[in-house]
């Protein structure tokens, strides 16, 4: 008794014709392979930091050419701006999962949740009014 036949045997499909068997164990092989290569490129985007060359070419708004409506443009300009300066408590971004370190831009908002400035602004550009995190609202 070869190889083959021995796995065969031992995964219970002595039963079926050889090609078939084949085939099947083809077939498990491939779609192994598929999920866990698909699961790769699922996390990619959240590698890229806020100062990659991808997320520099972006605009603040989420498509070429769309301006934001105006709550989103009051919500830009009433959060305020600021660098990091303390290094007391490490602080991660919640959309890019980047660590917010020592002079980048971010915006902090009233429920005291810090963002880096662009990430939060591709947020505001969606229409959203809520923190990402704790969903209190950003207006007043």
Not at 13 to 25: E, G, K, Q
Not at 91 to 118: I, K, M, Q, S, T
Request: glycine share 4%.
């Amino acid at each position: 008794m070869d190889i083959t036949s021995l796995s065969l045997v031992l995964l219970g499909f002595a039963v079926l014709p050889p090609s078939f068997s084949i085939i099947v164990l083809f077939l498990r092989g491939f779609v192994s392979s598929a999920v866990s290569i698909y699961r790769i490129p699922a996390r990619a985007h959240l590698l890229w930091l806020p100062d990659s060359p991808f997320l520099r070419h972006q605009s603040a708004c989420p498509a070429a050419g769309c301006s934001p409506d105006p709550v989103a443009l009051h919500c830009m300009e009433t959060l305020p701006v600021a660098r990091r300066r303390s290094k007391a408590e490490p602080v991660a971004c919640a959309f890019c999962l980047a660590a917010v370190e020592e002079g980048d831009e971010v915006r902090e908002l009233r429920c005291e949740h810090l963002f880096h400035r662009d990430c939060l602004d591709r947020w505001l550009c969606h229409r959203r009014r809520t923190c990402p995190l704790c969903r209190g609202s950003l207006l007043p």
